[in-house]
């Protein structure tokens, strides 16, 4: 993984078309390692999630080149690379264990655009449902309401078994309609996303067993994930 960081950490500070054609080889070096990686996360989760059987390399991680069109930042390339496993791969929509590799440059958080949230200039490790379709959403709140108690046990264990925290970064500031004010559970209701993140340091990234390890503290967040499913599940049937 050290060519995968180091090439990011060069591309940081070189974010041009220029640069990048120049080192179109590194970034292909850099890519196949990122490549091998995802393709033994993917294989490693799956051997105890059986909804992420399946998948490819290609379902599950990112091109590198930004779409600019919408934004103010005007840089042609993404200074992170993600794998994404979740049933269905990457455009499903669904919830799902999301890989984050994003090197800080000169000791600065490098700007980007994750596609989980929450993480952007660190190395994350991310399991749950970020930016899910109101549907869902509003399913995910039910499941806090009704389950609140096996929601929070299920935090409780990934924290205490790998270090996973509730990501509280993207909540709304008032009850949403439909649940009573300060219920116990209000703090939880007014999430718009509910994820699970464990921020990790170059050690982590550069270590030889890096899918196993990941793969080992993504478990400690099933029981998590299992419930967001469930969630998932019901609101789509609901609209079928």
Request: overall charge negative; aromatic content about 10%; some cysteine.
């Amino acid at each position: 993984m050290k060519r995968v960081l180091d090439f990011l950490t060069d591309l940081g500070s070189n974010n041009n078309r220029e640069w990048f054609t120049a080192n179109k080889n590194r970034y292909k070096e850099a890519e196949t390692v990122f490549n091998a990686f995802a393709g033994q996360l993917i294989g490693a989760i799956g051997e105890w999630d059986e909804a992420v059987r399946g998948l490819t390399v290609r379902d599950c991680t990112y091109r590198i080149y930004r779409d600019t069109r919408f934004s103010h930042d005007k840089t042609p390339y993404k200074t992170h690379m993600g794998v994404y496993v979740c049933p269905g791969g990457k455009k499903s929509g669904n919830g799902g264990y999301y890989f984050h590799v994003e090197p800080a440059i000169g000791g600065e958080a490098v700007s980007g655009e994750g596609e989980s949230g929450g993480m952007i200039g660190s190395h994350a490790l991310d399991a749950g449902i970020y930016m899910p379709e109101l549907s869902v959403l509003k399913s995910v709140r039910d499941e806090i309401f009704d389950n609140g108690e096996e929601v929070l046990a299920a935090i409780s264990r990934a924290r205490q078994a790998a270090g996973f925290e509730l990501d509280r970064s993207n909540s709304l500031k008032r009850t949403p309609k439909g649940w009573p004010i300060d219920s116990e559970w209000d703090e939880y209701l007014k999430l718009k996303d509910l994820h699970l993140s464990k921020m990790v340091d170059d050690a982590y990234v550069l270590a030889p067993d890096l899918a196993r390890r990941a793969a080992k503290d993504f478990r400690s967040t099933h029981d998590f994930m299992t419930l967001m499913y469930r969630a998932a599940r019901f609101a789509r049937e609901e609209q079928a």
